[in-house]
């Protein structure tokens, strides 16, 4: 595998100071761009690419036009084809701000692309940049409003949905109703916010190797994306930032890897896709209590708000939950619909992160058990 990396990027003109001032006198009376840009946390983007002609020029012009300019951009490229390099080239020289270009021969898949492309960016945050969107113009200062507080490792956003042709389609709120301050591993272990939404503190990715990360649960011929392992880090290690502004416009189109429904529909299920499906998450959710448990002392220090004894419950309580349900797959009719009342009974259908019931869980596999 080779990859190739360049950086290219004008800097800003630096004020011009008058013969005799000081440096002081130099910093006060530079331009408002200057001296916001010395006082705003430094925000690396990063965006893959892959053949992504078709809309890539409006997104850049789009990070082009950011209030608050990110520190720099870090694109990386799975050998695209059909002139996205072009795009990039001619980008970089006009950005007012570094573009480090890295190019991956032969491709690394979406989720390598953008966990490769992270460890390259120099920020202390990352702001995570799909190539066919488009940014809001505050969207970067929005996010930095947050940045100043230590316990907060992430910050997500809502977005609005429009259609290929550019037009409003809807809100994408993504659960994000107000806007508001979470406590670490308040969310459903295995949930995540969309990538595109995602601006997380860049040590949070540097607490544990990307490799060996766990298995993407929906589908596990793959390791975890990029968006679900940094929320998965960010949200065991410190509070999230719930933004209830549509701070990008999230493109519809036909070459979406995953649109705003999600993923394709599956196939009906078999009791034996119900247990293979399940062993992908069990296998998740064992790693997951391993990274955990593995995590150095010194990430106590690094996040304050980061709670080992709770985090490992919590992360156990998951995986004892799974696999009760495995048992409850593997059972006969009469054995499993028994079993889940019992797994009911020993409050394993109980959410781990915050202790209510999760009764569609328990529907769908008594459902199951007298269905099979």
């Known amino acids: 595998m080779g990859v190739a990396f360049s950086t290219i990027g004008r800097l800003l003109p630096l004020h011009t100071p008058l013969p005799g001032q000081s440096v002081g006198e130099r910093l006060e009376s530079a331009p408002a761009p200057f001296w916001i840009s010395l006082m705003a946390p430094r925000i690396s983007i990063v965006m893959a690419t ?5 809309f890539l020029e409006e997104q850049l012009s ?34 007012p701000f570094p573009v480090s270009i890295g190019k991956n021969r032969p491709g690394l898949g979406f989720r390598d692309n953008f966990l490769r492309a992270a460890e390259r960016a120099s920020g202390d945050w990352i702001a995570f ?6 940014w809001r113009e505050d969207k970067l200062a929005r996010c930095a409003d947050h940045m100043a ?8 956003h809502q977005a609005r949905l429009i259609a290929q042709d550019g037009a409003f389609l809807g809100l994408f709120d993504q659960g994000i109703v107000t806007s508001g301050v979470r406590r670490p591993l308040f969310y459903d272990v295995w949930g995540t916010f969309w990538g595109f939404s995602l601006v997380v503190r860049r ?3 540097g607490a544990a190797p990307i490799d060996p990360r766990f298995v993407d ?8 994306s990029h968006d679900r392992w940094a929320f998965f880090l960010a949200q065991t290690l410190g509070r999230t930032v719930e933004i209830a502004e549509p701070l990008v416009d999230y493109r519809q189109h036909s070459a979406n890897l995953f649109g705003a429904t999600g993923r394709p529909p599956e196939a009906a299920e078999t009791r034996q896709s119900v247990i293979e499906k399940n062993a992908g998450y069990i296998a998740a959710t064992r790693r997951m209590v391993e990274i955990v448990q593995g995590l150095p002392h010194s990430v106590e220090k690094d996040f304050p708000a980061f709670d080992r004894q709770q985090a490992e419950a919590v992360y156990l309580h998951a995986l004892r939950q799974l696999e009760a349900r495995d048992r409850i797959y593997h059972g006969t009719a009469m054995t499993s619909a028994v079993l889940c009342l019992r797994t009911l009974l020993a409050g394993l259908y109980r959410n781990a992160q915050n202790d209510t019931i999760r009764w569609r869980s328990f529907a769908k596999d008594m459902a199951f058990s007298l269905k099979n």
């Not at 940049?129 to 488009?134: G, N, R």
């Not at 507080?149 to 997500?156: A, G, N, Y």
């Open 217 to 224: 649960y929906v589908d596990p011929r793959f390791r975890i």
């Open 203 to 205: 040590d949070v990715l």
């Open 129 to 134: 940049c799909d190539q066919d969107d488009v």
């Open 149 to 156: 507080q230590p316990e907060v490792t992430q910050i997500s």
């Open 50 to 54: 892959y053949n992504g002609a078709a």
């Open 62 to 95: 789009s990070l082009e036009r950011q209030s608050l300019p990110p520190a720099e951009l870090v694109i990386s490229d799975d050998d695209s084809s059909d002139g996205t390099d072009d795009i990039i080239a001619q980008f970089a020289k006009r950005a």
